[in-house]
């Protein structure tokens, strides 16, 4: 059911979260909070804007690191850089999405001098219609080579500004007119909506996300891996890149510990039973806990392939061989006590 509900109120906008347990279906949730949101519109005033949104949140949509590229570079120069780092990152197994934040999206301006078009007699939809009509792939047809039959594409894509400047427009009286004659052609930048700073440097940063069930502390190996080996290779000696957020290393904290403690467990067992049991059968119990491992490990691979799933060794998987191990341990005792009580008896 619901567990926590949260609201957030800041300047002209609110936010409510609502947090469910994991044994709720979104689809249903979201649809009950829909009909809720409905009932409570006659409340809410009658000037609003906009009316209320609701989105579920994904929690695999979160970045599990952020990558800051930075460097005494350009956004142009240091965008190339990123985009070359983003290919590398997004082309992991583990890995479902790579933002940029910060860069610079190039763009081609028209910029039309209104007297100039107004004496050629054209308009803005000539110019437009012209453009398009030059910018664009087309099919080709079909050619039938080594047995197979391809799809041929003719690209008519403008590279850069120049070419758009060189576009031939006719006018209403069959006149031809070159674009660059009415209007300034550049190559130039999109508006900017995100910035990012590291130091006051100028840094573009790369939200990376991680697919869902694909394991975080390995994506974050290889990333870490990538990183290094295009820092000695590819990456000029000038540009620093510095790893921020990253889930991992929280991660592997826990499964330190908890390694630990399973491992202080098992000494401080063997320890105590020696003193209740003798050594003997203390050692017998002990060996069960690494034999009862060893099993587990060779019958995970083949349970997943019979079922069609992969074992991986992450936090449930060793929070599971924990309690598995007390029951091990529990059942040993009692095997070993009944096995000493026989032959004592004879």
Do not use: C, W
């Amino acid at each position: 059911g619901l567990k926590k509900i949260t609201s957030n109120s800041y300047q002209d906008f609110s936010v409510i979260t609502a947090e469910f347990g994991t044994n709720v279906d979104i689809k249903d949730a979201k649809q009950r909070i829909k009909d809720a949101v409905d009932k409570a519109k006659t409340d809410l005033p009658n000037d609003l804007p906009d009316d209320p949104v609701i989105q579920d949140i994904n929690l695999s949509d979160l970045p599990i690191m952020y990558l800051n590229i930075s460097g005494d570079f350009d956004l142009k120069k240091l965008k190339e850089y990123a985009d070359d780092i983003q290919d590398r990152i997004e082309a992991l197994p583990e890995i479902s999405g790579v933002d940029i934040v910060g860069a610079l999206d190039p763009e081609i301006q028209i910029n039309v001098d209104m007297n100039k078009m107004s004496a050629a007699q054209i308009s803005f939809n000539d110019i437009q219609n012209a453009v398009g009509y030059e910018n664009l792939t087309a099919s080709g047809g079909t050619v039938q080579m080594d047995g197979l039959r391809r799809t041929l594409n003719v690209k008519k894509e403008f590279k850069n500004a120049e070419e758009i400047a060189n576009l031939i427009i006719k006018t209403p009286v069959g006149a031809s007119v070159y674009l660059r004659d009415i209007a300034e052609v550049k190559d130039s930048f999109k508006e900017q909506t995100s910035y990012a700073r590291l130091y006051g440097k100028n840094v573009i940063t790369l939200n990376i996300k991680k697919r869902s069930g694909e394991n975080l502390i390995e994506a974050s190996d290889k990333i870490n891996e990538i990183v290094k080996d295009m820092q000695s290779t590819v990456l000029p000696r000038g540009l620093e890149i510095k790893i921020t957020g990253d889930q991992s290393d929280q991660t592997r904290v826990t499964l330190h510990d908890l390694i630990n403690t399973i491992i202080i467990g098992f000494v401080l067992v063997t320890i105590i039973l020696m003193f209740f049991m003798g050594v003997t059968n203390a050692i017998f119990v002990a060996l069960s806990v690494p034999l009862s491992m060893f099993i587990a490990f060779l019958a995970m691979p083949l349970l997943g392939g019979m079922f069609g799933f992969t074992f991986s060794m992450n936090m449930i998987v060793l929070f599971s061989f924990l309690l598995g191990l007390g029951i091990v341990v529990d059942d040993a005792i009692v095997v070993i006590e009944n096995t000493h009580r026989i032959f004592d008896n004879g």
